[in-house]
């Protein structure tokens, strides 16, 4: 019996800011991305952050697929820019190993969804730009950043005719959403596969038959009810399970 897709969850540092150590580094990843992997039917291996290119490529050759997790702000720098005085907080060690992650990931060909950070990053990684605040946006006026209640969604999101994302969650959908950067110009080799109303790019992926995507909302978070949110990583894994 074929065994079940091993998917690597990209980590992050989480600093404590009290305690008996603060200032102490934490190797973390959200629970909710653990859970969604579970219950799409695959196994969750978190990836910590590491330096040498030869030993992420061992982390990845150890799982089926990739979910480059969310988090900190990409640092402008990687696309060209000055960081504006609304950028937010930083972590170059991140953008670092989630840059050598997402292109030795891209090298062996292995089955790649991006998630807010990870969707920001997947895009800068392939030579696209970020807004670095959606206030830099013409006609941005949709509520990007809900501030709580995180499994509810609060506003539309339209796929593109004839993309993946389509396939997986039709015309039409409600999502949540935590962020205030998002995709300016869309790298080379992919398509804007998904809009909110006022014309923010929430999702992006690859161009052709490799299943490598880019999300800006957060379906981790929503996928415990809701079964539309759930699709998505369960086709993440029915790809993975293709490089078995």
Same mark, same amino acid.
């Given at each position: 019996?074929?065994?079940k897709a091993r998917i690597g969850i990209s980590g992050s540092i989480i600093v404590d800011e009290g305690g008996m150590f603060p200032g102490?580094?934490?190797?973390?990843?959200?629970?909710?991305?653990?859970?969604?992997? #579970?219950?799409?039917?695959?196994?969750?291996?978190?990836?910590?952050?590491?330096?040498?290119?030869?030993?992420?490529?061992?982390?990845?050759?150890?799982?089926?697929?990739? #979910?480059?997790?969310?988090?900190?702000?990409?640092? @402008?720098?990687?696309?060209?820019?000055?960081?504006?005085?609304?950028?937010?907080?930083?972590?170059?060690?991140?953008?670092?190993?989630?840059?050598?992650?997402?292109?030795?990931?891209?090298?062996?060909?292995?089955?790649?969804?991006?998630?807010?950070?990870?969707?920001?990053?997947?895009?800068?990684?392939?030579?696209?730009?970020?807004?670095?605040?959606?206030?830099?946006?013409?006609?941005?006026?949709?509520?990007?950043?809900?501030?709580?209640? @995180?499994?509810?969604?609060?506003?539309?999101?339209?796929?593109?005719?004839g993309t993946k994302l389509r396939g997986i969650l039709g015309e039409e959908t409600h999502i949540n959403s935590f962020h205030h950067l998002?995709?300016?110009?869309?790298?080379?080799?992919? #398509?804007?596969?998904?809009?909110?109303?006022?014309?923010?790019?929430?999702?992006?992926?690859?161009?052709?038959?490799?299943?490598?995507?880019?999300?800006?909302?957060?379906?981790?978070?929503?996928?415990?009810?809701?079964?539309?949110?759930?699709?998505?990583?369960?086709?993440?894994?029915?790809?993975?399970?293709?490089k078995i």
């Amino acid at each position: 019996m074929k065994r079940k897709a091993r998917i690597g969850i990209s980590g992050s540092i989480i600093v404590d800011e009290g305690g008996m150590f603060p200032g102490y580094e934490r190797a973390y990843v959200n629970d909710d991305y653990v859970k969604s992997v #579970i219950k799409a039917g695959g196994i969750p291996v978190i990836l910590p952050l590491i330096k040498d290119e030869e030993d992420i490529k061992a982390q990845l050759e150890m799982v089926d697929g990739i #979910i480059m997790s969310g988090g900190h702000d990409v640092n @402008p720098l990687l696309y060209g820019e000055e960081p504006s005085q609304k950028l937010g907080g930083i972590l170059p060690k991140r953008d670092d190993f989630d840059m050598k992650l997402i292109k030795v990931a891209m090298e062996m060909k292995k089955p790649l969804l991006g998630i807010c950070r990870g969707h920001q990053i997947l895009n800068v990684a392939n030579g696209g730009t970020l807004y670095q605040d959606l206030s830099f946006i013409d006609g941005c006026y949709v509520k990007h950043n809900q501030g709580s209640l @995180p499994s509810i969604a609060t506003h539309t999101v339209n796929m593109k005719e004839g993309t993946k994302l389509r396939g997986i969650l039709g015309e039409e959908t409600h999502i949540n959403s935590f962020h205030h950067l998002a995709i300016k110009d869309v790298a080379e080799g992919f #398509i804007p596969c998904a809009f909110a109303k006022d014309g923010v790019v929430e999702a992006i992926e690859k161009v052709g038959e490799e299943f490598i995507m880019g999300i800006q909302w957060h379906p981790e978070m929503m996928s415990g009810e809701s079964e539309n949110m759930a699709l998505i990583f369960k086709r993440l894994i029915e790809e993975a399970t293709k490089k078995i």
